[in-house]
């Protein structure tokens, strides 16, 4: 079936290193992504978004790169701190019919290494 | 500034009980829409609004009612629960996926149906 997933549930990296997480889709019509961060006990906050027609965007110490030819995005954090420790989850922005609607992945922890 | 609230934080049901789930956003969003998270899961969409007195199905709809009559409110009902709707339940508003993929997020309800 169509899905948004990533390929690994946890990730562990040593602080100061970069941290690159994965994410796959298969519905080829979804134009629209967007990576959340999720902090234990609290809901998924908004990190960046990427638009079919770009294959690259840069945020603050944050990336995120697409490829559509093998449906595919990553989302890159630069010299990662204790404080990105989180589950992180692409989302894509699935047309219907009538109306849009977010579709969220199953998400990878990061933990942070000492 | 509010954002997105949810109440209650906490709840426990017996099998059979009926219970609303309360959502309000004071961001004069249009898309408003509920999700259950359970481990492993990620966020699955339950159901979902792009305005007031519309209402659509997302990926896991049964055993849920919505309604949307005002643009700020948008209550989850649970008709008769089950054990298997034992989850940690967010809402999140946005200002139109036309306009925007990122979602604001209440801080969660916890269900338990005992």
């Known amino acids: 079936g169509e899905n948004v997933g990533l390929h690994l549930p946890t990730l562990s990296v040593q602080e100061g290193d970069n941290s690159i997480i994965n994410c796959a889709y298969s519905?080829?019509?979804?134009?629209?992504f967007i990576w959340y961060k999720q902090e234990s006990g609290k809901g998924p906050q908004f990190i960046i978004d990427i638009r079919s027609n770009m294959d690259k965007r840069q945020g603050q110490r944050v990336t995120v790169l697409l490829n559509k030819t093998v449906k595919h995005l990553s989302l890159q954090i630069a010299a990662t701190q204790p404080g990105d420790s989180a589950v992180y989850f692409c989302?894509?922005?699935?047309?219907?019919?009538?109306?849009?609607?977010?579709?969220f992945g199953k998400g990878t922890r990061l933990h942070i290494l000492p | 500034n509010a954002g997105v609230t949810q109440t209650p934080k906490f709840q426990v049901l017996k099998t059979g009980q009926s219970m609303t789930l309360q959502c309000a956003q004071d961001?004069?969003?249009?898309?408003m829409s509920w999700y259950r998270q359970d481990p492993g899961m990620g966020l699955r969409l339950i159901h979902y609004?792009?305005?007031?007195?519309?209402?659509d199905q997302g990926e896991v709809p049964n055993g849920y009612n919505v309604s949307r009559s005002t643009t700020e409110d948008f209550p989850l009902r649970l008709l008769s629960a089950a054990p298997s709707q034992t989850s940690v339940y967010f809402c999140?508003?946005?200002?139109?996926?036309?306009?925007?993929?990122?979602?604001?997020f209440g801080e969660g309800s916890r269900l338990t149906v005992l």
């Open positions: 961001m004069n969003h249009e898309y």
């Open positions: 609004s792009v305005g007031a007195g519309i209402t």
């Open positions: 999140a508003s946005s200002l139109g996926l036309g306009v925007t993929g990122e979602l604001f």
């Open positions: 519905n080829s019509a979804s134009d629209y």
């Open positions: 989302a894509e922005n699935r047309r219907g019919n009538r109306d849009d609607k977010i579709i």
